[in-house]
């Protein structure tokens, strides 16, 4: 029977957490509340601007859902019209690509940056039911409301909020790693593929949804502004993999379209292409 408390670890000290969630090394007190693991050491990842630095209150939760459900059906809607078809069609061909693909899951996965949840939910509707799933993410606020909207009965599914450059995980605690555009969300895309490495078990898989911007694009000058763009240039990716240790390393392009202007997004920047990939790798 899978353990959490078996796999985590202080990110600082890299030894294992007790179940009181005190490093016996550093001292460092973290906590568990609302169905989240909140592993973020402060010194190590306190600039990174998603961080919630609210306390996690039932009152505060209650709220933010509250709030959340009455502006975010018109935000997605919004979002999603402001689309073209080549970039709706994207998606589509991208998600169709990675749900085949998803039968083949097994043993405990480890789905990095599941944000709201979008390939959280493609592997609770095409995984195995018997899949144990681990959600990571920077923001324990994001997990918390995304495990009650989610998989709120799934005694399988397990959150930590956990940076991904520096995850509070121990060395071969996964068979698998998912993700929808980890690699364009998380700084430092060297640490973070080094990390994805260490956490697998060997043979482990990697199935990631991404996103590919050209390196001489007003797209890329906002990554690099922001630390992400080795995350979302092909060539630089796949050679951070190899260079972390993966083999088989395999990108697919599923598709591209010139990206419209929306006031959501940074990146890609209006008018510059983006391609569609999946990337997969192995340990």
Request: hydrophobic fraction near 40%.
């Amino acid at each position: 029977m899978f353990d959490i408390h078996a796999i985590l670890q202080c990110p600082k000290c890299r030894c294992p957490l007790p179940e009181s969630l005190v490093c016996p090394q550093c001292g460092t007190r973290y906590t568990h509340g609302f169905g989240v693991y909140n592993l973020i050491h402060m010194e190590l990842s306190g600039e990174q601007e998603y961080l919630n630095r609210e306390e996690l209150t039932e009152d505060y939760l209650a709220q933010f859902l509250s709030d959340e459900k009455v502006s975010l059906s018109t935000e997605v809607d919004d979002y999603y019209a402001r689309m073209n078809k080549e970039t709706l069609d994207g998606f589509a061909a991208q998600d169709l690509y990675v749900r085949k693909r998803l039968h083949a899951l097994q043993g405990t996965v480890c789905d990095l940056a599941t944000g709201g949840g979008n390939m959280l939910q493609l592997v609770l509707d095409e995984a195995p039911a018997d899949v144990t799933i681990v959600c990571t993410d920077i923001s324990n606020l994001e997990l918390a409301v995304t495990r009650r909207k989610r998989c709120p009965a799934r005694e399988n599914v397990y959150c930590v909020a956990t940076d991904g450059r520096y995850l509070a995980v121990q060395d071969s605690s996964f068979d698998w790693i998912t993700s929808f555009a980890g690699f364009g969300n998380i700084p430092d895309t060297e640490k973070v593929a080094s990390e994805l490495y260490r956490v697998l078990k060997p043979g482990g898989r990697l199935l990631i949804k991404g996103s590919y911007i050209e390196k001489d694009s007003r797209s890329y000058a906002l990554a690099e502004s922001v630390g992400i763009a080795r995350g979302m240039v092909e060539e630089y990716l796949l050679q951070d993999l190899r260079d972390a240790g993966f083999a088989k390393v395999q990108s697919t392009v599923v598709a591209e379209a010139v990206w419209a202007e929306n006031p959501y997004d940074l990146i890609p920047a209006a008018g510059d292409l983006q391609r569609f990939c999946v990337i997969e790798a192995v340990k």
